[in-house]
Structures are given as C-alpha cells and as structure tokens.
C-alpha cells in the first residue's frame, strides 16, 4: 500500500536507471513511490529507495578541492578554483591548441547539462573532443536502430505495451535486476503470452521464461541470424509486410541462408530445437517483441548483433505494428537524453549529426556563429581516454558525472592516462576513483537540488523537481559551466537564470531535428505526465508509439541489411582459457560511486563475488568463497567466489561496480565496435587460479 502524497512533499524521479521511477520526496527527505506515474505505477527498487541517503552524506565534497604542493587535495574558494582552471586551459590551449582540451559527459546528466556541455565545448573550449559515458552503454543500440529505422529511440511504444505483446523475447537483459519495476509489466505479459529470454546466465530473469536459450558469449550475432534462416526455412516471413515496408531483404536472406543451422547450434551451444521454438513463438504471435540490452550490445560487433535483431523482426513483419518491434531497455538514468543533445563526439543537439552541412548550419544559426567555427568529430569515450597525456595530445579533461576510472574497460591503463594530464578537473558530488586522481574537484548539486528534464527509455522527457536548496559551497553543473565561459571570454552564450531557460534554448537548437523537443515545456511535462519526443510544435501531443506507418527515412522504408558473424576480439585459448563476462548487481548502479557509499546497499553486496559452475569450481579445487585470481591479457584481480550452476561451465562472471583491487574493467578488452564505437564488456579471455590459502 503506497502512503498518500504529504502536501509538501514533491513529485520527481529516482536519479539512477532509465526506468525513472516516478516518487515523491517529502521536506524530511523521506522516499516514497509514485503510484500515478504511469511507468512505474507505484513500485520502485532499493536503490530507488536509499536514494536520498546520499544527500547529506557525510562524504560529500561541499567545498572545491584543489591539489596543493604536497600532492593532496584540499579546499579552496570558488573564485580561486574556477580562476585556476580557466587559467590552466587557457595556458593549454595557448601552447598546444584547443585539441589539447577535452570534455567527458555522462548518461546521468539532465537534458540541459549534457546540452550545454556540448555547447561549452565546441564553443567555448573550442575542441571537438567530447564524449560521454552513454558510448559505453547505448552506442551499439543507437547505432543499429538508426541503420534499420532511420531514428533512434530506445523503446518506440510506452512499456504499457509489453504487457499485451503476446511473445517477448529478451535478449541479454536481466530486467529483474537491473530495473525491478518493469517486471510487472513483464509478468503481465507471461500471464497472458510467451516470454522467452537469451542469456549466457539463467538469471533471476531467465527464470522466469518459459524459454530459455543460453549461448556462447559473443554468438549472439549467428543466433539471430540462425533464427532469420529458420524463419525462412519454415515460411515464416511476412512477405507483404517485406515488399510494402522495407528494402534490402534479399541480401540478407541470402547471408542468412548461407550459414547451416548445425553450424549455429555448434558455435552457439544452443540446442536447435530451442531456435526453432522460438522463432515460431515470434512468428506466429499476433504480436511480438524483441527488446535488448547490454549482454549483445557491449561487443566489438554490438551494433551489427542490433541489425540482425532488426532484420529478424522485420521480416517477421513486427514493427510498427500494435504491441510489436523491436527496442532496447537504455540503461542510464537519462542515457536516452544523454545521446540526443550533443555531449556525443559525433553529434549536435536534436540528434543531428556534426559532419552534415546542414545539421551545422541549422545549430549555427541557433547560437549566432559562423558554421565554419564549430568543430567536427571528436574522439569516442575510450578513444579519448586512451590519447590523454602528451604522448596522446590531450592535456587537459573535465569530467561531469562520470567515473571513467572504474567503468571503462582495461580500467588500469585508462587510470594511467589520467595520472599523464596536465589538468584533470572531475564534477562530482564525492571523491570517487576519478577525482581521486583529480588537479580539481568542483562539488556539484545531487539530483534532489536541481530542476531539469530527464528522458526514459520510452522516449518520455519528464521533470527531475527540486526538493531542497544545494547545501551551502556546492553549484550546479550548469553554474560551474557558466562560469568557466565566462572566464573563457565566452560568457555572454552562456548566461542562463534556469534550467528551464536552457531546455527552451535546447528546444530551439533541436526544431527540425531527428529528436526534436522544440514543442516541448515543463508546464506541458507537467500537463501530460511526461512528453514523448518528437514533439515539433507547442500544439503537437508527442509520439508514443513509432513507425505505425513510415520509418524515418525519406521513402518511408526500413532498411535490411545483411550482417555476418565474427568473433569476438579476444577468444578462450591455450592461456587464457575461459570467457569472462561483466554485469550488474540489484543493489549497485553502473560503477558505484553512489551505491557504494549507501550502507543498507552496501550490507547486502557489500564486494563483488565471482559467478562460476559447478564443474569448473571442482576443477580448479576451489569451494564457495575461496578466491580466484584472474588474469587477462590487461591485468589481474582477485574474487571471492560464487558457485553457481546458473551460468555456463566456460564462462566466469563478475559485477563491474567496484574499483581498485576488485574492478572487473581491469580484465576487460577495449576492442572497439567500428560504427557505434562501444567497447567489447561481454567477451573476454582469461584464466583463473586458486589463490594459496584461501581453499
Ligand atoms: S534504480 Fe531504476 S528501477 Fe530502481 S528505483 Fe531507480 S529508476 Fe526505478
């Protein structure tokens, strides 16, 4: 039973998933759950719940730091921090050009943050090296949507619909652990239709599936594939939906064709009977969804596993049909928002794209500079972290709201660039593994202090409401932006007296583009529980549901397009025999620098355990909890153990929300997708020995 709403409690959302859970906070700082937020109806998840622990926690930094002489940190004024950093900027990029200057957003940043730190710095650092940690998260997804539809949004109907669909098939997404809440929609659809789920792990999700396909790490490509034969095989296409709605498919029936199903059941360890299963189940629904998250995605070829999804539901004639298609579950707080506005290397706000002439000279108008003024494409996420230092060329990185020593992949080297740069400045509410290597830590506001706008992962733009004043010494991120312009010699663009006034400026800078939010208001937001993007004039709805009729290319067509397996990066061998994969906990968020430090979090998951078989545990000699070092081509780190018969005899499993001795990024591989970028997370090699004592 949800308590009712005290009069001057506030309505806003949790700061962490893109869930966003819909609660209200109360003036003693009290957490409840919105039952009238249509998404979460009234159910939010512990994290959800402690959040608000984090407010007044005794850790927070409420001063900014500087380093001083003796290597340490310590506090200074406001005007003496920002003066140094301008300061050093300046100096850099008067002695090595304005790509020695680098800025790194966050998928947790609101919709006017993540815009106005695009604009910061194109404008005012002038570099076109900015890119944010959503690169590590939603890149693949973004990238193969915008190849198969022409558009990008997470998930193109509301997730009322998922209730209704008759066949879900989740792929690499363990919903019941990384946002609880959406389980009531998905037990709703299992009472009603077949739920089937893909993952090397039977996970508290895959349990819950009346199909369970549990491949190889890194096949998730051929599996599709192998499906889209087998629906070809079995006249399964919808041959009408393909001649009416898209282009392409011959090619990729034939790759498709072209590769046996014993091969695929081989490679994949998947027995054929289950592919053909579910495929069926797919096909003959009356309406169906696939719906991905980061197990096929965070691969070297993440975006094309995305196109062979894409592919497979549309020959099977889904999308855009009732309760159908295809969608991945973002999973930042605002990592839908975060890729829309222009904190991407390769993008402009309203999802345009930095290269196009036109999307340039659109924006340019907007801010009042020349086109030939802004720069082009910057680095990507771990490409940019991998060129810090002199040896790289970038010699100084602001940071805002990201943790990128913990949650990037080959975590140590990533550290060891940090330690090579002249001016690290990190913004953040605490010291975490970052700022600890930090020159500068600004202290910002927590999500209970500020007002902005947020996108879920339906593509619904919502109001994060403030609740309390900032604690006295602490600015926003977008004061602390404002105030280096100003110091830049750029203040006068970027002189806001609210978020609100920044979110009609990015309104403007994104009227006519993919993602347009120029008919959008936080009085309309207010009106209609949240606003689905596009939404291109003040008279227009907005858009819950995609494609019914056309997709976003100019013929109005969805594009097939043909897609091979290959391996991963890095496979098992005589070294390193075993695959390791990463993932979540319940009760920590992305890198933990926020959970971490929430003790009614921390007394439930207080480290990281290890995920092993059975079998491999006896043949190693290890028992639950002993340890294991593990080692891979990047680094070691050494886990308590978990025995589980849940996850596949050759493959290791361990959470990434740690840093320092037990940070599973530092055996991770940073073989890069070609189009979208994202690291390879999910597949690697290594081996595992007991460590001496400890059994
Ligand atoms: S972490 Fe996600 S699922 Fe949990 S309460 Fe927050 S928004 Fe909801």
Not at 537 to 551: K, M, N, Q, Y
Request: charged letters at 20%; aromatic letters at 6%; proline letters at 7%.
């Amino acid at each position: 039973m949800v308590a009712p709403l005290t009069p001057l409690s506030v309505r806003t959302h949790c700061p962490y998933c893109a869930f966003q859970c819909g609660m209200t906070v109360s003036p003693a700082l009290e957490v409840r759950p919105d039952a009238t937020f249509p998404v979460n109806r009234g159910q939010m998840c512990i994290k959800g719940f402690t959040s608000a622990d984090l407010l007044d926690h005794r850790e927070r930094v409420t001063t900014p730091l500087l380093r001083g002489p003796d290597g340490r940190l310590g506090p200074v004024s406001w005007e003496a921090a920002l003066d140094f950093v301008a300061e050093r900027l300046l100096a850099i990029r008067e002695a090595h050009g304005p790509e020695a200057l680098a800025a790194f957003g966050s998928g947790a940043l609101t919709n006017e943050k993540a815009y106005l730190l695009g604009k910061f710095a194109r404008l005012a650092l002038r570099t076109p090296h900015i890119d944010y940690n959503g690169r590590y998260c939603m890149a693949s997804a973004a990238a193969g949507q915008n190849r198969a539809f022409g558009i990008d949004r997470g998930l193109p109907f509301p997730v009322g619909d998922i209730a209704e669909t008759k066949a879900l098939l989740l792929w690499g997404s363990n919903a019941a652990e990384t946002m609880p809440p959406i389980m009531q929609w998905i037990s709703a659809q299992r009472a009603q239709g077949a739920l089937m789920v893909v993952d090397p792990r039977r996970t508290e999700t895959a349990r819950a599936a009346e199909l369970h396909l549990q491949p190889t790490p890194g096949t998730d490509l051929l599996l599709a594939n192998g499906l889209l034969h087998l629906a070809i095989e079995d006249g399964l296409v919808d041959e009408a939906y393909v001649e009416a709605r898209t282009v392409g498919f011959e090619a990729v029936r034939q790759t498709v064709l072209a590769v046996h199903p014993a091969h695929v059941e081989r490679l994949t360890g998947v027995p054929i009977e289950k592919h053909r299963r579910a495929v069926h189940l797919l096909a003959e629904a009356e309406s169906a969804m696939l719906l991905s998250g980061r197990g096929p995605e965070q691969q070297s070829k993440g975006t094309d596993t995305v196109v062979a999804f894409t592919n497979l539901m549309l020959a099977l004639g889904k999308v855009g049909k009732p309760r159908s298609g295809y969608g991945c579950l973002t999973g930042q707080g605002n990592g839908q928002g975060g890729r829309e506005h222009g904190q991407k290397a390769d993008q402009l706000p309203g999802y345009r794209s930095i290269e196009s002439a036109e999307d340039r000279a659109a924006l340019a108008r907007v801010w009042g500079v020349d086109a030939a003024t802004l720069p082009r494409k910057g680095k990507s996420a771990y490409e940019l972290l991998d060129a810090l230092g002199p040896a790289g060329g970038i010699r100084a990185l602001l940071v805002f709201g990201s943790n990128v020593a913990v949650a990037s992949p080959n975590a140590r080297h990533v550290g060891e660039r940090l330690g090579a740069l002249e001016l690290l400045v990190v913004c953040d509410a605490f010291v975490n593994e970052t700022a600890a290597a930090a020159h500068v830590v600004l202290p910002i506001t927590q999500w209970a202090e500020e007002d902005g706008t947020m996108t879920n992962l339906e593509g619904r733009v919502i109001l994060r409401r403030r609740v309390r004043p900032p604690p006295p010494g602490v600015k926003s991120d977008l004061e602390i932006i404002g105030a280096l312009a100003e110091r830049l010699g750029e203040g006068a663009r970027f002189r806001f007296s609210s978020a609100e006034e920044v979110f009609a400026e990015l309104g403007r800078a994104s009227a006519g583009g993919r993602a347009d939010y120029s008919g959008i208001s936080y009085r309309k937001i207010d009106a209609q529980d949240g606003v689905f993007w596009p939404c291109p004039a003040p008279d227009h709805p907005g858009t819950p549901r995609l494609f019914a009729e056309r997709f976003a290319f100019p013929d109005g067509k969805a594009r097939f397009q043909a897609v091979r397996h290959r391996d991963a990066a890095e496979l098992p061998d005589a070294a390193y025999p075993l695959y390791f994969t990463t993932g979540r906990y319940k009760e920590h968020y992305n890198s933990g620098a926020q959970t971490r430090r929430v003790a009614a979090l921390t007394e439930i998951r207080p480290a990281p355990r290890l995920q092993l078989h059975p079998r491999l545990a006896a043949r190693l000699g290890v028992a639950e909890g002993d340890e294991l070092l593990i080692e891979s081509r990047r680094g070691e780190v050494t886990f308590a153990i978990a025995v589980s018969p849940d996850i596949r005899p050759d493959t290791l499993f361990a959470p990434f929300h740690w840093g320092g001795k037990t940070a599973a990024n530092v055996l991770t591989v940073p073989a890069l997708d070609p189009v979208s970028r994202m690291p390879e997370f999910k597949v690697c090699a290594v081996r595992a020995t007991a460590v001496a004592g400890s059994v």
